[in-house]
């Protein structure tokens, strides 16, 4: 690519994410205006994964929203038993799966208050980009950061995690198949009131102003003819009596002909985002060779990386860049400082299971 090319990138995204946050300070004077200074309100920041311009403009507007003074939250769309899952394996390692359990039901209730940033997964889907989102907010002590989707076994509902199955039951009232793929209508339903109800004590818990909740686009407000609109984020989020901002960002994989027409949603709720660059980056994390059937312009983490860290510098934020090596020891020395703190605890008297 050019330095031109990289330039217009850089400046759509910006453009694009600087107009999405003055819309935001705005819904947010007209709510204080209204008497609702203490209710938070919820933008829903969505996204295709495989896009590493979404994940900088999401960047972009988290770092906004933070700058602005307000207090912010983001829930990420990740496993909330990432770190649970770190420390078992851990545990296993070490005192093989008997112990591994026995520890993780000691520790469980110190697993949801760690900072969930610090329990980085693997992903085919632009996946640099995302470290460098991640580790950005982690740098930036005004946001803090918590993993909220459910949890999952190769890609179907994990039904034997409690709070999960407690989010399953509510939105679906009675399970019909304990083998719900994490991708179907049922998956996505369950998994959206997961992501909501973990959201809102979050941004309870820390007095929010501002509860940003990251997702791919279908969970916002639907797709057509495949989630409806109840079934989205939107829904269970105005279902806790909280305004909404749904923010999708909008490309040729996904506009405004998937937007369900019955999505109940007022004009000032709906911020579409579109022009953010539609460059896909899709390769295995862990062997760095391109995926099957998945066409990218960056099939390597290398290359991805030198887009990002191009765009970064043409945007200012010189700071977030990071290289391939980066990731490699960070991604170590982050791991370490995870284990570490599974060591402390069990140092510590057992407490009660």
Not at 70 to 86: A, F, P, R, W
Not at 109 to 132: P, V
Request: net charge neutral; proline share 3%.
């Amino acid at each position: 690519m050019t330095q031109a090319q990289i330039d217009a990138d850089a400046a759509a995204i910006v453009r694009s994410a600087a107009g999405a946050v003055d819309s935001i300070l705005v819904r947010r004077e007209k709510l204080d205006s209204q008497g609702l200074y203490d209710t938070p309100l919820v933008v829903l920041a969505g996204e295709l994964h495989a896009m590493p311009a979404h994940k900088l403009h999401h960047m972009k507007v988290l770092k906004g929203l933070a700058d602005s003074g307000e207090k912010t939250v983001l829930g990420y769309e990740e496993g909330h038993n990432n770190i649970s899952q770190i420390f078992f394996d851990e545990q296993n390692r070490w005192h093989g799966p008997v112990t591994a359990q026995n520890l993780q039901a000691r520790h469980w209730q110190k697993m949801l208050t760690l900072q969930s940033g610090d329990g980085f997964w693997r992903s085919n889907y632009a996946d640099h980009s995302r470290n460098i989102l991640l580790h950005s907010l982690r740098r930036n002590n005004k946001i803090a950061v918590r993993f909220t989707d459910a949890a999952t076994q190769k890609s179907y509902i994990d039904l034997d995690d409690p709070a999960t199955a407690y989010s399953m039951h509510a939105s679906l009232k009675r399970l019909s198949d304990n083998n719900i793929y994490a991708r179907s209508r049922d998956g996505v339903n369950g998994r959206n009131q997961h992501m909501s109800r973990l959201n809102v004590g979050f941004a309870k818990a820390h007095k929010a102003r501002f509860a940003v909740q990251h997702s791919g686009n279908a969970h916002i407000v639907g797709c057509e003819g495949i989630y409806p609109a109840g079934y989205s984020l939107s829904a269970y989020f105005k279902a806790h009596g909280l305004p909404v901002v749904a923010m999708p960002i909008f490309s040729r994989l996904f506009n405004e002909t998937h937007i369900p027409v019955d999505h109940g949603l007022h004009e000032n709720e709906l911020l579409f985002r579109t022009g953010v660059p539609e460059k896909r980056a899709v390769y295995d994390p862990i062997t760095d060779k391109s995926v099957v059937n998945e066409p990218a312009d960056f099939e390597c983490r290398a290359a991805e990386a030198f887009y990002a860290n191009a765009v970064l510098s043409s945007m200012g934020d010189k700071r977030d860049r990071m290289s391939v090596e980066d990731y490699r020891t960070g991604k170590v020395s982050l791991e370490n400082v995870v284990v570490e703190k599974f060591r402390a605890w069990n140092q510590e008297p057992a407490l009660a299971v």
